[in-house]
């Protein structure tokens, strides 16, 4: 099956506080993926890394068979909003 995401090895450190540890996942098309977990779990810095708003560790992420992790002009698109509303001045 191809995949849409794969990570290998995905770590994420700030400093000596590590976020992230040896993360594999692999996501194929048509798959829904949900992640759960506790506050400070890593949740959001996973999906950050994906989205190359954060530079990993070490490890590699592939979007598409397309390394994100080494190239800003690779970024896949992606866009994140804040939970919370915010107005904006133009």
């Keep these: 099956m191809p995949r849409v995401i794969e990570i290998k090895g995905l770590t994420k450190a700030y400093g000596k506080n590590v976020a992230l540890r040896d993360v594999d996942l692999t996501i194929g098309p048509r798959e829904v993926v949900g992640l759960i977990g506790p506050n400070g779990a890593g949740k959001t810095t996973l999906i950050k890394l994906i989205c190359s708003l954060l530079r990993p560790t ?6 598409n068979g397309r ?5 800003v002009a690779t970024r896949p698109g992606w866009r994140t909003w804040p939970r919370t509303p915010a107005i904006m001045n133009q």
Excluded: E, Q
């Excluded at 070490?58 to 979007?63: D, K, L, P, Q, Y």
């Excluded at 390394?67 to 190239?71: I, L, S, Y």
């Design 58 to 63: 070490r490890g590699t992420i592939a979007v």
């Design 67 to 71: 390394d994100v992790t080494k190239d």
